[in-house]
């Protein structure tokens, strides 16, 4: 057994005290997608998006001993308004809209009182129509691909126009043999099922969960044209607006990397009313900012603890951005 990891975990939880007070002024924005209560075979769940609701209890109570974690709409008004956060200040953010975030998480946001933001993707909750790289995991997994087939075929589609990304993924449909029909499925695994508008309304009624857009059909806004921009995002904040009877604000980009955002996006964002953005580039965020493009910790399955506990206080995961981001504190 390596010793790395063991000396890793040590320093992480040694270090994390000091580095949360060097880094006190920086705003933390944690990013999940959906949760899970047990195994996965194959490569279902591989790339860690499903976070294990055990895991997740214990980050909450770390996050309320350590961390003062706020809800995104307080942060952008504070942010919008030039005005200071406290110290340590954490936000919660859920990308898509999946089923895990009401049965397996909300029980826990309100165990620990603690807000949250869900950016859903109306499509898949509206007309339960599965997000094309679930589409993906789902028909490999079936077909019995590995994790690199997975990657590789994810990494192909996702640079293509976005015009021809959902012909893409039918022909490695056809090809494999295997396609989720519906997101709501009874008999596809549980990590694939979406809210319903029920459910989301009952999160919001409570305060502690809102709800911001994050497009119709998860298309990529860098490879769109500006018109394709402004439907996805008019149609989105119209429905979510629709169903849950108040304004929707909050914008989250799809895939949301460098290149998946630009000037032309951003400007259709504030044309559009929204008042703030997320992407998902990592690291911290100073303050004060005007809360767009806000940079975004994952918080995925496969990390331990301790890596929670050195993204929160340093900003980088890593063995090496231990030390790096220390020495650049």
């Known amino acids: 057994m390596s010793i790395r990891p063991i ?70 008004r504070r942010l919008g308004n030039g005005e200071k956060l406290p110290a340590n200040a954490a936000v919660l953010t859920f990308d898509d809209g999946f089923l895990s975030n009401h049965t397996l998480a909300f029980p826990l946001l ?35 691909k590995s994790k690199g087939d997975l990657v590789s075929v994810k990494r192909r589609l996702k640079a293509l126009p976005q015009e021809e990304v959902h012909d893409a993924v039918r022909q490695v449909e056809e090809e494999l043999g295997f396609r989720l029909e519906r997101a709501d499925d009874p008999a596809a695994p549980a990590i694939y099922h979406p809210l319903n508008w029920d459910q989301v309304r009952e999160m ?56 998946d955002f630009s000037e032309i996006s951003e400007q259709i964002i504030r044309e559009q009313g929204f008042q703030s953005s997320v992407i998902t580039v990592g690291g911290f965020n100073d303050t004060p ?12 399955n496969d990390l331990s603890p301790a890596q929670a506990e050195q993204y929160l206080s340093h900003g980088d995961a890593s063995f090496r951005g231990l030390f790096g981001n220390l020495l650049a504190a």
Not at 210 to 239: D, N, W, Y
Not at 244 to 251: A, E, I, M, S, W
């Open 7 to 76: 000396v890793h975990d040590a320093l992480a939880r040694t270090l994390g005290g000091p580095a949360r007070w060097l880094h006190k002024d920086k705003l933390r924005v944690l990013m999940f997608h959906g949760f899970t209560d047990g195994d996965h075979a194959g490569i279902e769940n591989c790339q860690h998006k499903h976070l294990h609701v055990s895991k997740f209890a214990a980050l909450l109570a770390h996050l309320s001993r350590h961390y003062r974690v706020m809800s995104l709409d307080e942060v952008t």
């Open 110 to 144: 309100k165990q620990f009182n603690m807000p949250a933001t869900i950016y859903l993707a109306t499509e898949f909750v509206d007309e339960k129509k599965p997000i094309w790289v679930d589409r993906l995991d789902y028909a490999l997994n079936r077909a019995g």
């Open 204 to 259: 919001s009624r409570t305060g502690l969960v809102s709800f911001g857009a994050h497009t119709h059909s998860h298309v990529i806004l860098g490879r769109s044209t500006p018109a394709v921009i402004r439907a996805e995002m008019q149609r989105c904040k119209a429905i979510i607006e629709r169903e849950t009877g108040g304004p929707c604000r909050l914008f989250c980009y799809p895939n949301g990397d460098a290149g």
């Open 289 to 300: 900012r005007a809360p767009f493009l806000l940079r975004r910790l994952g918080m995925t």
